[in-house]
Every structure is written in C-alpha cells, then in structure tokens.
C-alpha cells in the first residue's frame, strides 16, 4: 500500500470519498510511515494522533450516512509549526512557545479543516522561520529525505520533507523570502507562493500571538506532491480575513488556458548579481529547450527593465523592516550603529539590513514607492508574456550549515558566495507581491533535486498553477525519493 502515500491530495480525497480506503485507514498507514520514516528526518515534530484518529473515525461515519464535510473529506494532512492549530503546541521553533498551546485555528488551517481535512501533526522550521534551513532548540534539525546530510530547506523545510517522503496528504507553508519556494526545490514537491494578500496570515507566528496586522510580502501558500492539489488548497484558503471583511473575494482570475504550444515564456535563468550554478542552470536550460521544442515562444533575454541589484537591495530593506519587528533593543541598537557608519548607496545585505531594520517610516516610504514602481515593470511584462521562468535559489540542496547567518558562504561553480545571496531570486519576486509557482524539473548529477519558479502576473496565481501542469507533461513531475516507496 506505500504507493498510496504517493499520490495526490486530490486522488487519495477521491478515495476516500468513494470509500476506497478508509479516513482511519489513510491515517493509519500515514502514521505508519511516520514511525518508521520520521525519526531520521525529524520533518513532523509534534503530533495530535488521538484526536485525529477520532476525527478520522467520524469523517468514515459521516459518509456511511451519506455526508460530506467537502472535498479534502478525511484527508490526514500536517501543518508548518508557525501556523496555530487548537490543541497543538505552536512554537514557530523558539523556546519561550514551547508550551503556547492556542485556542484556535489559524485562520487559513480553519479553511481547510472546514473543507474536510484532518491535522494530525506540526511540522519543523526555524527560529520563527527565520532561516532557509530549518533547525531549532525546541526540535532540533530536519533533514532532507534526499540527502540526510543536507538541509530540506526553510522555513518551511519540515513541510518539505513530510510531503517529499510520503508521510502526509499535503501541507502548508509560508513565505516571506522563499520560504515556501526554496523546501519545495530543495525537496522535488510543488509548492505556491500566492499573490500577496490573497490569503489571510492571521494566526500565523511572526507576528507575535494574537496579531491582527497583515505583514508585508508574508504570505501563506499551499504545498503538495501535484499542481492540482495547489489549486485545490488555494480555493479553499484563499480570502480576507473574516475580522475586517466579507469570508471569500468574488473569485480569482481563471487560469490562462494556453496549451503548451503558444505559450509565451520569458526566462530570466542567471545574473550577475546571483550567479546561478552550473547544476541548477543545466536543469533550467534543458526545460526551455523542451518547452520550445513542444512549441512554446521561449525569450530567455526577455525580463522585467529593472535593476537587479537595486531591486534585491530593496527587498532586504522591506525584509527587514518586517522581521526586525521582534528584535530585542540590544540587537536593534547594534543595527542603528551600523546603518549609521554605512555609506546611503551601498547595496549589500548586511548594509541594507541594518538600514531596513531601524529605518523610519519616511524611508519605509520611499522604499514602498521604489517597489511599486518595480511593480509596474513587471506588470509590462505580462503584457506580452503569459509566465516568467526563473530559479528558485543559485544551488541545489546544500549540506546543514549552523554558523552564524551573515558568515555563512554557499558555493556557486566552486566560488564561494555570501549565504544571503540564496534569498535573491524568491526575494525580487516576493518583494512585487508576484504568485510564483515552484515545480520540479529534474535532479543534479549528484541526484538533488532542482525546481523552477513558475512568476504571473499580479493575481495570476491559477495560470502559474496551471503552467506547473504542462511543464509536468515533459518533466513526469513528482518521484519520490529513494528508500521511501
């Protein structure tokens, strides 16, 4: 029965649904694989079996009576620990929520739970899903189910790894710099950044418990082991929150329904500012070539008329100005010292971090403005172009690194590279409230996965989703990792 563990979200719900296999079976054989998979990944770090299995017995008698809670009716599912789940712990990986246990569902787990799915476990990340690794001191370190030696990514590299090694029905995630993006290309699942403000974040930590702001470029996306599963989830999560508003928008625009042959593609696949590796490249590359090959227009000059540099430096600014929002005033001193002694033009990381995290509003402003009108470049673009092509990080999945952030390197065609630079890709496109979809489109020669980021226009989300499906016509989509059939 491993197979099953395999498939989508959508064909074990419709199997459960036509009572192929029970919910308490799913489960069971879900829980199973836990056992015997987990303790080497630690991907799912807390688990609620009791009441799941409970729910699971009452989802089988529901249809027995001919009900139905919806269409994820039954389906056993995990959960990023940054999202609240009642009855389960929430730490988003820090010490001091080691015991925050919430009284209620975040908003957008609500959603699916409402739509019939069964949460029987949280998944790891790092210290408030601040990193593109995942470990913590609550939990300790998850590995990637295609390398033990090498990180599955993060924040929502838990995530990740669960859907990758068969022991969910689907997860989700959130994104603020590739959170979502990078665990789904380091691992071979799908995984979708939506549209910003698309999806309400309330209940997800950071913020602090209990926020109400929305944050900037943050957002909460869907992560499965098909493109239609990501659909699937999106229509059920997405929508305002019900505290300031009506519960579901009037709809998303429908997915552009081009064929593969007269889609128009544009390819942005390297840049000097993040240099891409030679590895992921070679997997980009041989997907144009396919895609031109089955008849889609493939630009690999054409991208939005910005300036990268400027625009990543941007991001950072904006980043920080989110993340710093928790930082003790001992570190938010330090960074006032340093945005002082830097020089207003540099570009760097470290330098726009400083300024991003201890910036006033005035300069939040101005940096806004910047970024809209980096927007507008990128709106004319998908004027001519259906999607853009991208990657998702300059490497493939890079061995467990604990050292301090800022001093970190990862090596790009034997150089080494500043750590930070990983964020470039996801960040320019985050930072633009772009939907990006990232699919799997082969491994390295070392046997890693490689995924692409799929980038619509503002609210294109169902038309990157979409995309993601025709690339899976050239590509098979999905493999599990080896050892976990």
Known sequence: MDDIAFSSASELSAMVRDQKISSVGLLQHFLDRVARFNPALNAIVAMNTEAAMARAVEADKALAAGQSWGPLHGLPITIKDSFEVAGMPTTSGAPELRDYHPKENAVAVHRLIDAGAIVFGKTNLPLY??????????????????????????????????????????????????????????????????????????????????????????????????????????????GPDPLMGPPRPAGLPAANDKPLKGLRIAAWVDDPVCPVDRAVGDSMQSMLDALAKAGAYVNDKARPEIDSKSAFAIFTQLLMGVV????????????????????????????????????????????????????????????????????????????????????????????????????FWAGIVGMAYLPSTTAPIGRTAAGLPVGMQIVGPYYGDLTTIRVAGLLREITGGFVPPPGYA
């Open 129 to 238: 899903a601040g990193d593109l690794q995942s470990y913590n001191d609550v939990y300790g370190t998850t590995n990637n189910p295609w390398d033990l030696s090498r990180t599955p990514g993060g924040s929502s590299g838990g995530a990740a790894a669960a859907v990758a090694a068969g022991l969910c029905g689907m997860e989700m995630g959130s994104d603020i710099g590739g959170s979502i993006r990078t665990p789904s290309h380091f691992c071979g699942i799908y995984g979708h950044k939506p549209s910003w403000g698309l999806v309400c974040g309330r209940g997800h930590i950071p913020g602090p418990p209990g926020s109400l702001s929305v944050d900037d470029i943050g957002v909460t996306g869907p992560m499965a082991r098909a493109p239609e599963d990501l659909a699937l989830a999106l229509n059920f999560i997405a």
């Open 324 to 423: 710093a929002a928790g930082f003790p005033e001992p570190v938010l001193a330090r960074l006032r010292e340093n945005a002082q002694n830097a020089d207003p033009k540099e570009m760097s990381f470290t330098a726009r971090s400083a300024l991003g995290a201890t910036q006033t509003h005035r300069q939040w402003l101005s940096a806004n403005e910047a970024r809209q009108r980096i927007r507008a470049k990128w709106a004319e673009l998908f004027k001519d172009y259906d999607v853009l092509l991208c990657p998702v990080t300059p490497t493939a999945a890079f061995p467990h690194d604990h050292g301090y952030q800022m001093a970190r390197m990862i090596e790009v065609n034997g150089r080494p590279f500043p750590y930070m630079d990983q964020f």
